[in-house]
């Protein structure tokens, strides 16, 4: 979409006048400073999903939309949890970090502060393995995605 | 190099290069340079209202019956939020209008300010798009946008928040001449494969129905649909907002379909195997419970330019999406190359059913009653100006009677609120309609609860002297909500009486106007006749109608065509 002032208020308007669910947003300038790339998360029947494409399209600075999940595509996100980290916990939850390829990204004598990277079920399913208990503050950015191979969204 | 001009100076030019000769409007605080700069001119005439609501009606209802963008001047803060009834009234209704309003100066923004309001916020959500000028630089290039966005693909009022400080900067001038958008291309043209599926489909029909809706009137493909319909000898209905598309006096109209369509018509919709639907959007109103809709099958043809108003109520079976009269040419160019012809035996027996359903009478009312019928009034009223006047309405029992009884064989003549619904829209749209159109007769069929809703603008009557007709069907109560109380609650009339009317006469003639009372049946042709040959006047024609009467037939909220409620 144009990377203009109002842009995204004007999808998030849509969607909550609509009745559509966010299920996640992540949005940011591209290479080109004029054009700004939303990756947006939803759930619906195909009906709504249709109508969900039809009426973004419509928004005037709306560049293009595509449903990413009718093809092959990949999907990150970036998730920072701190968790409570201190006597024999400080070894479990480095050795869980590293099965699910998270870095430490800081250290107290009372905390870690992770960070994971992958699909959104990933970091789900980190966010179970660990003991509930031990999670002090979670903040995630929200899925971006982009297509396989060498098929490129252009405008 | 150019000449300097002031922002106020450039906003008026650009007004000036679209070919804008009128606009509606209310000065304020924030707009001062823009109507220093109106007054200084008289290219551009400005039409003072009594109240912002009303500019934008007036705007809505110039566009509606010209084709013209409609263009209103608002303030900030309280003349924008004014505003909004009458932008949300044109958004529904897809009519193409560009309107301006002031803001508070840049350096004030998000501040508090007095009069400040976030106009793009508050009006987001029912305009085709909106605009803030942040900066002179971008004033020429974003009028251009705004009404090339108003005016193209499916229209829609646009709006431009221009800051004061804006308005007096400089800068030089020049009006673009094109503009382009990478995000902004509507279709003309459909998918050619698609049309020649449908000419298959046109052609295999055995009781077809061509239903056809606003967007016949608003791309002004009236001409078009008749070559289609008068071709294929299918019965053509409309909807509230497409009447006049196809002329009401032929015998293939079948007459409106929806909530309060005849029974013929409402029947065949659902009875039909081939449903041709143009311009048209499948509303609550017009094909009432979907699921009810779809215990028939049918096969659906649907023509729009908005992608997003095919299967969004309804799935079709053949979508084409692109401007109708364009695609219309294409689907008759290819039905006369064809040599085949659709069943006329199955044909001729469609028309009979539709005939016996005909035969129900379903719009019949009482004409011996010794008291006014509505119904009545709008009949004469259609004999009285020949079925030429230009008739607008508010909202309620009155103007679905406007809509039955007064046949419109031209587009562009029937002026209502179909998709808001908005009471108080009557007269200031007539007041539009007359500024566009001198010499036409105009005519607003209304109730003595909607208009009491913008009143006020009969002061702007008497100033511009537009000589308006108001037909007040007066029953003393607020008559679709009577009705629906009388139905659906069983008789609990909860403050739907309208207490302390003013005298309308009286107030008709405070502001100059004439008023007569009409309470006699015997009465109701020749008051009419009177007021038309008072040319140069406003006349408020007060008829004391039924307090009994009702609309029908009717489909009851959330119950499926055929169930009809028939006199």
């Given at each position: 979409?144009?990377?203009?002032?109002g842009?995204?208020?004007?999808?998030?308007?849509?969607?909550?006048a609509?009745?559509?669910?966010i299920?996640?947003l992540?949005?940011?300038p591209?290479?080109?400073?004029?054009?700004?790339?939303?990756?947006?998360?939803?759930?619906?029947?195909?009906e709504v999903?249709?109508?969900?494409?039809?009426?973004?399209?419509?928004?005037?600075?709306?560049?293009?939309?595509?449903?990413?999940?009718?093809g092959n595509?990949?999907?990150?996100?970036l998730?920072?949890?701190k968790?409570?980290?201190?006597?024999?916990?400080?070894?479990e939850?480095?050795?869980?970090?590293?099965?699910?390829?998270?870095?430490i990204?800081?250290?107290?004598?009372?905390?870690?502060t992770?960070e994971?990277?992958g699909?959104?079920?990933?970091l789900?399913a980190?966010?179970?393995a660990?003991?509930?208990?031990?999670?002090?503050?979670?903040?995630?950015?929200?899925?971006s995605?982009?297509?396989?191979?060498?098929?490129?969204?252009?405008? | 190099?150019?000449?300097e001009?002031?922002?106020?100076?450039?906003t008026?030019?650009?007004?000036?290069a679209e070919?804008?000769?009128c606009i509606?409007?209310y000065?304020?605080g924030?707009?001062l340079?823009?109507?220093?700069?109106?007054f200084?001119?008289d290219?551009v005439?400005?039409?003072?209202?009594?109240h912002?609501?009303?500019a934008?009606?007036?705007?809505?209802?110039?566009?509606?019956?010209?084709?013209?963008?409609?263009?209103a001047?608002?303030?900030?803060?309280?003349g924008?939020?004014?505003a909004?009834?009458?932008?949300?009234?044109?958004?529904m209704?897809s009519?193409?209008?560009?309107?301006?309003?002031?803001?508070?100066?840049?350096?004030?923004?998000g501040?508090d300010?007095?009069q400040?309001?976030?106009t793009v916020?508050i009006?987001?959500?029912?305009?085709k798009?909106?605009?803030?000028?942040?900066?002179?630089s971008?004033?020429?290039i974003?009028?251009k946008?705004?009404?090339?966005?108003?005016?193209?693909g499916?229209?829609?009022?646009?709006?431009?928040?221009?800051?004061?400080d804006?308005?007096?900067q400089?800068m030089?001038f020049?009006?673009?001449?094109?503009?382009?958008?990478?995000?902004?291309?509507?279709?003309?043209?459909?998918n050619?494969?698609?049309?020649?599926?449908?000419?298959?489909?046109?052609l295999?029909a055995?009781?077809?129905v061509?239903?056809?809706?606003?967007?016949?009137?608003l791309?002004?493909a009236?001409?078009?649909?008749?070559?289609?319909v008068?071709m294929?000898?299918?019965?053509?209905?409309?909807?509230?907002m497409?009447?006049g598309?196809?002329?009401?006096t032929?015998?293939?109209?079948?007459?409106?379909?929806?909530?309060h369509?005849?029974?013929?018509?409402?029947?065949a919709?659902?009875?039909?195997d081939?449903l041709?639907?143009?311009?048209?959007?499948f509303?609550?109103?017009?094909?009432g419970?979907?699921?009810?809709?779809?215990?028939?099958?049918?096969?659906?043809i649907h023509?729009?330019?908005?992608?997003?108003?095919?299967?969004?109520?309804v799935?079709?079976?053949?979508?084409?999406?692109?401007?109708?009269?364009?695609?219309?040419?294409?689907?008759?160019?290819?039905?006369?190359?064809?040599?085949?012809?659709?069943?006329?035996?199955?044909?001729?027996?469609?028309?009979?059913?539709?005939?016996?359903?005909?035969?129900r009478?379903?719009?019949?009312?009482?004409r011996?009653?010794?008291?006014?019928?509505?119904?009545?009034?709008?009949?004469?009223?259609?004999e009285?100006?020949?079925g030429?006047a230009?008739?607008?309405s508010?909202?309620?029992?009155?103007q679905?009677?406007a809509?039955?009884?007064?046949?419109?064989?031209?587009?562009?003549r029937?002026?209502?609120s179909?998709?808001?619904?908005?009471m108080?829209?009557?007269?200031p749209?007539?007041?539009?309609?007359?500024?566009?159109?001198?010499?036409?007769?105009?005519?607003c069929?209304?109730g003595?609860?909607?208009?009491q809703?913008?009143?006020q603008?009969?002061?702007?009557?008497k100033?511009y002297?537009?000589?308006?007709?108001?037909?007040?069907?007066?029953?003393r109560?607020?008559?679709?909500?009577?009705?629906w109380?009388?139905f659906?609650?069983?008789?609990?009339?909860?403050?739907?009486?309208m207490?302390?009317l003013?005298?309308?006469?009286?107030?008709?003639?405070?502001?100059?106007?004439v008023g007569?009372?009409?309470?006699?049946?015997?009465?109701?042709?020749?008051?009419?006749?009177?007021?038309?040959?008072?040319?140069?006047?406003?006349?408020?024609?007060?008829?004391?109608?039924?307090?009994?009467?009702?609309?029908?037939?009717?489909?009851?909220?959330g119950?499926?065509?055929?169930e009809?409620?028939?006199?």
């Amino acid at each position: 979409m144009e990377n203009e002032a109002g842009a995204l208020s004007r999808v998030a308007g849509l969607f909550s006048a609509r009745g559509y669910n966010i299920e996640s947003l992540s949005v940011a300038p591209t290479e080109d400073p004029t054009l700004s790339r939303m990756t947006l998360v939803t759930s619906g029947s195909d009906e709504v999903i249709e109508q969900v494409t039809k009426q973004l399209n419509k928004l005037i600075e709306v560049v293009k939309v595509i449903d990413l999940s009718d093809g092959n595509h990949i999907e990150r996100e970036l998730m920072l949890v701190k968790v409570k980290a201190v006597g024999a916990d400080r070894d479990e939850i480095k050795r869980l970090a590293d099965i699910f390829r998270g870095c430490i990204i800081d250290v107290t004598d009372k905390s870690y502060t992770i960070e994971v990277t992958g699909t959104s079920s990933k970091l789900d399913a980190f966010l179970e393995a660990i003991d509930n208990s031990a999670v002090l503050e979670t903040v995630r950015t929200g899925a971006s995605g982009i297509g396989r191979g060498d098929w490129v969204l252009k405008v | 190099m150019n000449e300097e001009l002031t922002g106020a100076e450039i906003t008026i030019r650009c007004l000036q290069a679209e070919g804008v000769d009128c606009i509606f409007g209310y000065p304020g605080g924030a707009v001062l340079f823009i109507y220093d700069e109106l007054f200084k001119q008289d290219k551009v005439r400005h039409i003072l209202v009594r109240h912002e609501q009303a500019a934008v009606h007036a705007a809505d209802g110039y566009a509606r019956s010209s084709n013209k963008v409609g263009v209103a001047l608002v303030t900030s803060g309280p003349g924008v939020t004014n505003a909004v009834t009458g932008i949300a009234t044109a958004y529904m209704d897809s009519i193409p209008m560009v309107v301006i309003s002031g803001q508070v100066p840049t350096n004030a923004i998000g501040l508090d300010a007095f009069q400040e309001v976030d106009t793009v916020g508050i009006t987001r959500p029912c305009v085709k798009h909106n605009f803030l000028v942040n900066d002179i630089s971008e004033l020429a290039i974003t009028i251009k946008k705004a009404f090339y966005i108003a005016a193209t693909g499916r229209p829609g009022p646009v709006l431009v928040d221009i800051p004061k400080d804006v308005t007096q900067q400089k800068m030089s001038f020049t009006y673009p001449e094109k503009v382009s958008m990478r995000s902004y291309n509507p279709v003309i043209r459909g998918n050619l494969k698609q049309v020649k599926k449908a000419v298959e489909l046109i052609l295999s029909a055995q009781r077809p129905v061509v239903y056809t809706g606003g967007g016949i009137i608003l791309s002004d493909a009236a001409k078009q649909l008749t070559e289609l319909v008068k071709m294929l000898d299918f019965p053509c209905t409309n909807t509230l907002m497409g009447l006049g598309g196809f002329p009401a006096t032929d015998r293939q109209f079948i007459g409106m379909l929806g909530m309060h369509g005849t029974y013929e018509a409402n029947m065949a919709m659902q009875y039909c195997d081939v449903l041709i639907a143009i311009g048209a959007r499948f509303d609550d109103r017009v094909i009432g419970n979907p699921k009810h809709f779809y215990n028939e099958n049918r096969k659906i043809i649907h023509i729009d330019i908005d992608p997003s108003s095919i299967s969004k109520r309804v799935k079709v079976d053949i979508p084409i999406v692109g401007n109708v009269p364009d695609v219309l040419k294409e689907l008759i160019k290819l039905l006369k190359s064809t040599k085949e012809d659709p069943d006329q035996t199955a044909l001729a027996e469609w028309w009979k059913q539709i005939d016996l359903w005909r035969e129900r009478d379903c719009l019949k009312f009482d004409r011996q009653s010794e008291i006014i019928k509505p119904q009545m009034v709008v009949e004469k009223l259609y004999e009285i100006t020949k079925g030429d006047a230009f008739v607008t309405s508010d909202v309620g029992q009155h103007q679905m009677w406007a809509a039955q009884f007064y046949k419109f064989d031209k587009p562009r003549r029937w002026i209502n609120s179909g998709g808001l619904g908005t009471m108080g829209f009557g007269m200031p749209a007539a007041m539009g309609v007359q500024l566009a159109n001198p010499k036409g007769k105009v005519a607003c069929i209304t109730g003595e609860a909607s208009i009491q809703m913008c009143i006020q603008e009969l002061s702007t009557c008497k100033q511009y002297k537009l000589p308006l007709k108001i037909v007040n069907l007066n029953n003393r109560y607020m008559g679709m909500v009577r009705q629906w109380q009388e139905f659906f609650h069983g008789n609990r009339y909860a403050e739907s009486y309208m207490d302390a009317l003013p005298d309308f006469i009286k107030l008709a003639e405070s502001y100059g106007h004439v008023g007569m009372r009409i309470e006699r049946p015997e009465d109701v042709e020749g008051a009419l006749q009177e007021a038309f040959k008072l040319k140069d006047q406003l006349v408020f024609l007060d008829f004391i109608t039924d307090q009994a009467e009702n609309v029908f037939p009717m489909v009851p909220g959330g119950k499926g065509l055929s169930e009809m409620i028939l006199v």
